[in-house]
Nanobody, 115 residues
Framework: QVQLVESGGGLVQSGGSLRLSCAASGSIFDINDMGWYRQAPGKQRELVASMSSGRSTNYADSVKGRFTISMNNAKNTMYLQMNSLKPEDSAVYYC?????????WGQGTQVTVSS
């Protein structure tokens, strides 16, 4: 089992920055990949950024050049640095870890970007 706890969401003005954190605990080995997703009201959950076990990264086109996913192994924490935020980035952000091909999700953290 893997437990994930997100933090760092909040209200920010357009053009501002936020850093989301995802603290992992439990059986945090044999991780296949990890990532950040978001879901806006009335929309499907979508991939924002992902990182493989080999540390290769992938980003949604809408956030490339603005968001950065990273991992601090010593703290068992994954981050999503979000810069140049836009109102359309407003959503609930979830972190996900895939371990032995099972998905584990955090509870989500709200990000609201005002225009």
């Amino acid at each position: 089992q893997v437990q994930l706890v997100e933090s760092g969401g909040g209200l920010v003005q357009s053009g501002g920055s936020l850093r989301l954190s995802c603290a992992a605990s439990g059986s945090i080995f044999d991780i296949n990949d990890m990532g950040w997703y978001r879901q806006a009201p009335g929309k499907q959950r979508e991939l924002v950024a992902s990182m493989s076990s080999g540390r290769s990264t992938n980003y949604a086109d809408s956030v490339k050049g603005r968001f950065t996913i990273s991992m601090n192994n010593a703290k068992n924490t994954m981050y999503l640095q979000m810069n140049s935020l836009k109102p359309e980035d407003s959503a609930v952000y979830y972190c996900k870890v895939t371990r032995r091909f099972l998905n584990y999700w955090g509870q989500g953290t709200q990000v609201t970007v005002s225009s």
